[in-house]
């Protein structure tokens, strides 16, 4: 192609314009043939690529028109990418009712054979139940580890273990079994307030 018309197509010539476009239209199809984006489609690519050369043509340096065609193919190919990048930067919405790459309906994949309440609770309970045991003392944590990990022995090796007094050993266990009680009734009054 002439360089004349490169000139001529920079300084705002319509029909010079036009015949630039013309001359990139083959690799223009080439790469919008290449490219599937969800949202547009073959014209939609083909006129983003034509304002692409339309806005680049202005930027075509007067010392360099030998390579204007090769600077307008890499102004398309950039111009399609960052497209290409902003409609795969949003999520494509999906009906619950639309089906997978299997032909599973999102509907079935959602039933689930636990109680997600119950799980819910569970690990809820645990969490309050770790909170009222790190509200403790070591001593209170200790004897209450012996007791939990053995309810009938657990009192009688604590103290012997200690050198604690047997009715001590059960006192301070069932004084550290109401405080972790007053603490989960407390902390379920404060939770469930409206």
């Known amino acids: 192609m ?3 018309i490169f000139l001529l ?3 705002g010539n319509k029909d010079a314009i036009e015949l630039v476009i013309k001359t990139v239209k083959p690799f223009i199809f080439k ?3 290449k490219m599937k984006l969800h949202g547009y489609d073959f014209e939609d690519l083909c006129q983003i690529s034509y ?3 339309v806005k680049n043509i202005p930027k075509i340096s007067k010392d360099h028109l030998d390579t204007a065609p090769s600077f307008l193919m890499k102004c398309i190919h950039n111009t399609l990418k960052y497209e290409a990048r902003r409609a795969l930067s949003k999520p494509e919405a999906a009906s619950i009712e639309s089906e997978d790459k299997d032909g599973i309906r999102y509907a079935e994949k959602l039933i ?3 109680d997600t309440e119950k799980i819910f609770f569970k690990d809820y309970q645990s969490s309050v139940v770790k909170e009222a045991y790190a509200s403790l003392n070591l001593e209170e944590k200790t004897i209450l580890s012996f ?3 053995d309810p009938y022995g657990g009192l ?3 103290s012997e273990l200690y050198n604690a007094d047997y009715r001590k050993s059960r006192y301070l266990k ?5 405080k972790m009680k007053t603490f989960l009734e407390n902390s379920s009054e404060d939770d469930f307030d409206l």
Request: net charge neutral; glycine share 4%.
């Open 174 to 178: 069932d004084k550290t079994l109401k």
């Open 31 to 33: 790469q919008c043939g």
């Open 147 to 149: 007791f939990i990990t």
């Open 2 to 4: 002439n360089d004349n």
């Open 156 to 158: 009688k090796r604590y």
């Open 9 to 11: 197509a920079k300084n």
């Open 112 to 114: 689930s054979e636990d």
């Open 51 to 53: 304002e692409s050369v």
